[in-house]
Nanobody, 122 residues
Framework: QVQLVESGGGLKQAGGSLRLSCAASVRPDFRYLTMGWFREAPGKEREFVAGVKWSGSTTYYADSVKGRFTVSRDNSRHMVTLQMNSLRPEDTAVYFC??????????????WGQGTQVTVSS
């Protein structure tokens, strides 16, 4: 089993920064985790934001956040951080941390956090 604990959501003004963190509690044989961030805005489908796969350190980003957001993973490989800079009102959404054991892509993540609200005012 994988348990995901998120933190860091809140309210920011446009142009500001916010940092989200996600810690995964896993069994030893579940430690090879692909992890990512998704967001869901009111009236919109959930979309991929950023992530890193279990087998490497390459990071992936949605075009809408590229250059503004940075995803990173600790050496434990069980904690990911999403550093969000130059926030825009359209970044307002519930952000979810997700993970999958040895998942080859971000569409196959089957463990999810509870979500944390990010609100960006204009």
């Amino acid at each position: 089993q994988v348990q995901l604990v998120e933190s860091g959501g809140g309210l920011k003004q446009a142009g500001g920064s916010l940092r989200l963190s996600c810690a995964a509690s896993v069994r030893p044989d579940f430690r090879y985790l692909t992890m990512g961030w998704f967001r869901e805005a009111p009236g919109k489908e959930r979309e991929f934001v950023a992530g890193v796969k279990w087998s490497g350190s390459t990071t992936y980003y949605a075009d809408s956040v590229k250059g503004r957001f940075t995803v990173s993973r600790d050496n434990s490989r069980h904690m990911v951080t999403l550093q969000m800079n130059s926030l825009r009102p359209e970044d307002t959404a519930v952000y979810f941390c997700a993970a999958g054991v040895m998942a080859a892509n971000f569409s196959g993540l089957n463990y999810w956090g509870q979500g944390t609200q990010v609100t960006v005012s204009s």
